[in-house]
Structures are given as C-alpha cells and as structure tokens.
C-alpha cells in the first residue's frame, strides 16, 4: 500500500555529482527506516545507504563512505541520495526501499517496499 518512486539518474562524467530522489505516497509510517541499494548488470543488489525514522541514524556501505550523503524530509514524504566523486563501479539502477525496522538495515530482506529504480551512468 506503499508507491515509491525514484527519480534523479541518468549519465555523469567520472568525479561529478547527482542526487536521487525518493518520493513515497500511499499509506506511509514515518517511523520506519528507508535505504537505497543498487544493482548493476550480472551482480546482485547492493547496499548503498539506509537513515532512520526521524533521520538521526545513518548506515553507509563501504564502498559510497564519504561520498554518498543520504537525507529525508517526512513532512514531503521523500528521501534524497546526494552523491558525489562519482566513479564508473557507482553505475548502476538505484533503489528506494521502506524497512520493515526502525533502525537502518543493511540487508535487502528486511525491506518492504520497493521503488522502479532509476539507472545511474558514470562514464571515465
């Protein structure tokens, strides 16, 4: 009963920058963790970051450490990834995903709702 949906990719050059967008409606609960993950052709899903409830926890995966800043706005039902230092292994279709938690998770089984994905190209 939850409509997620992700906007924001598309192509960038190597060292640039590009936020995503998560945008929720439906029958959403503010006090649930959300995260993003990433898929690449023929590797499984990735984590990239997860935030708490109310925004005051953070989770990153080792790889987007320093790079990746995510955020969320529960009064507008959204949730941005602000990426920067883009490199070609960031490519990828991005994710957006309510948790079943309250706290940040790291694994995907523990998501319940699920955006399209939005492909994100980093050229060298």
């Known amino acids: 009963q939850v409509r997620l949906v992700e906007s924001g990719g598309g192509l960038v050059q190597a060292g640039g920058s590009l936020k995503l967008s998560c945008a929720a409606s439906?029958?959403?609960?503010?006090?649930?963790?959300m995260g993003w993950f990433r898929q690449a052709p023929g590797k499984e899903r990735e984590f990239v970051a997860a935030i708490s409830g109310i925004g005051s926890r953070t989770e990153y995966g080792d790889s987007v450490k320093g790079r990746f800043t995510i955020s969320r706005d529960n009064a507008k039902n959204t949730m941005d990834l602000q990426m920067t230092s883009l490199k070609p292994e960031d490519t990828a279709v991005y994710y957006c995903?309510?948790?079943?938690?309250?706290?940040?998770?790291?694994?995907?089984?523990?998501?319940?709702?699920w955006g399209q994905g939005t492909q994100v190209t980093v050229s060298s």
């Open positions: 995903a309510v948790s079943r938690t309250l706290l940040p998770r790291v694994d995907y089984g523990s998501y319940r709702y």
């Open positions: 439906g029958r959403t609960d503010s006090d649930m963790a």
